[in-house]
Nanobody
Framework: QVQLVESGGGLVQPGGSLRLSCAASGSIVSINTMGWYRQAPGKGRELVAT???????NYGDSVKGRFTISRDNAKNTVSLEMNSLKPEDTAVYYCNGNILPTTPYRYREVWGQGTLVTVSS
């Protein structure tokens, strides 16, 4: 069974930095776009950043210039470097991947369980 597992969340002070990581496991043939989304209390899920297999990136307006997404195709991992964190970045961060498993042999969206990031003094 294919799954994504996030790590790296926690409490950080405003202006601080944090790095999230996500690893895909299971019988995987290939992974297309991977990304991070977040959901703050009482709000809907929003795009943080995505990265294609070839390294093309896309960022949500609220994190541009502060967050950096990267991936390791050989290890099936994606990371999110978060700098200059603000209280409004507080949310549960979810890893996402468009994954082709060995069976059934078709791409499907897979979500991680989420990791909580709290920005507070």
């Amino acid at each position: 069974q294919v799954q994504l597992v996030e790590s790296g969340g926690g409490l950080v002070q405003p202006g601080g930095s944090l790095r999230l990581s996500c690893a895909a496991s299971g019988s995987i043939v290939s992974i297309n776009t991977m990304g991070w989304y977040r959901q703050a209390p009482g709000k809907g899920r929003e795009l943080v950043a995505t990265i294609t297999r070839g390294g093309g990136t896309n960022y949500g307006d609220s994190v541009k210039g502060r967050f950096t997404i990267s991936r390791d195709n050989a290890k099936n991992t994606v990371s999110l470097e978060m700098n200059s964190l603000k209280p409004e970045d507080t949310a549960v961060y979810y890893c996402n991947g468009n994954i082709l498993p060995t069976t059934p042999y078709r791409y499907r969206e897979v979500w991680g369980q989420g990791t909580l990031v709290t920005v507070s003094s």
